[in-house]
């Protein structure tokens, strides 16, 4: 599968901003899909998943209550409804898919897109 996330861009410190996923090739709804965000000079962390069905999510507790996780299987897209943003918050969100549910725990989904860059000012 191929994923290319978009949305991202330059938002104010408590203000909202919404990423997608589009995703081709393989049956999308197939997959389980994440989001991971990784800063300059950072590790990269898991944010969000969601299981093929859409029937399960995971929320890294940072950003519980806030974000939300959705996706559309008709039409192959995943979003990311980001509220009440913080500054710290400013880094590259990737969406990731895999087969196996729980890989927040390892970091490593085994399809990747290119990423999108979110710049929260304070």
């Known amino acids: 599968v191929q994923l290319q996330a978009s949305g991202g861009g330059l938002v104010q410190a408590g203000g909202s901003l919404r990423l997608s996923c589009a995703a081709s090739g393989r049956a999308f709804s197939s997959y389980n899909m994440y989001w991971f965000r990784q800063a300059p000079g950072k590790e990269r962390e898991f944010v969000a998943a969601i299981t093929w069905s859409g029937s399960s999510t995971m929320y890294a507790y940072s950003v519980k209550g806030r974000f939300t996780i959705s996706r559309d299987n008709a039409k192959n897209t995943m979003s990311l409804q980001m509220t009440s943003m913080k500054p710290e918050e400013t880094a590259t969100y990737y969406c990731?898919?895999?087969?196996?549910?729980?890989?927040w725990g390892t970091g490593k989904p085994r399809y990747w897109g290119q990423g999108t860059q979110v710049t929260v000012s304070s």
């Open positions: 990731a898919a895999d087969s196996q549910w729980g890989q």
